[in-house]
């Protein structure tokens, strides 16, 4: 089993994860008029047709990204938010390829080009994964004296 000495790139990792998610959240309910970041309605045009109510899933994807960040925080709810968020950038991977297809830009950012998203979006999943399977590591709380 790891010592606490090396859990803790995992637990840095986690917390850089969730302090991005949290920022990145910000831009789900971010208006219009909004200039330092991209607002809701330019993560809206990201959102493939196939996808039914794309303003609402923006909103929707912020929630969980919010949610997510706060799980990572958690020693105790490291694992579950690991796994949901690795799910979550799943889900919204055909968002980046549409935007990077359709050279949809971000904010006043140019789209992100294919060969940049997919390996971020692949090291996004990766630190979720590394974060959820070193909490599942951590050793077990002591529930008292021994007897």
Same mark, same amino acid.
């Given at each position: ?20 998610? /949290? ?32 303003? /609402? ?41 549409? $935007? /990077? ?13 294919? +060969? ?13 994964? +590394? $974060? /959820? ?5 951590? $050793? ?8």
């Amino acid at each position: 089993m790891p010592g606490p000495s090396r859990r803790r790139p995992a637990v840095s990792a986690a917390h850089g994860l969730a302090f991005m998610l /949290a920022m990145t959240a910000l831009a789900h309910f971010a208006p219009s008029g909004v200039t330092v970041m991209p607002t809701h309605d330019g993560l809206v045009a990201m959102v493939p047709p196939f996808v039914p109510f794309p303003d /609402a899933m923006v909103y929707l994807t912020g929630v969980l990204e919010l949610l997510g960040a706060a799980g990572l925080v958690r020693a105790d709810t490291r694992t579950a938010a690991g796994v949901g968020l690795a799910a979550l950038f799943v889900l919204m991977f055909p968002a980046n390829v549409y $935007a /990077a297809i359709e050279d949809i830009p971000l904010g006043s950012d140019p789209a992100t080009p294919l +060969w940049f998203g997919i390996p971020e979006q692949l090291l996004f999943i990766t630190v979720a994964l +590394w $974060a /959820a399977g070193r909490a599942r590591d951590r $050793a077990p709380a002591p529930t008292g004296a021994a007897a």
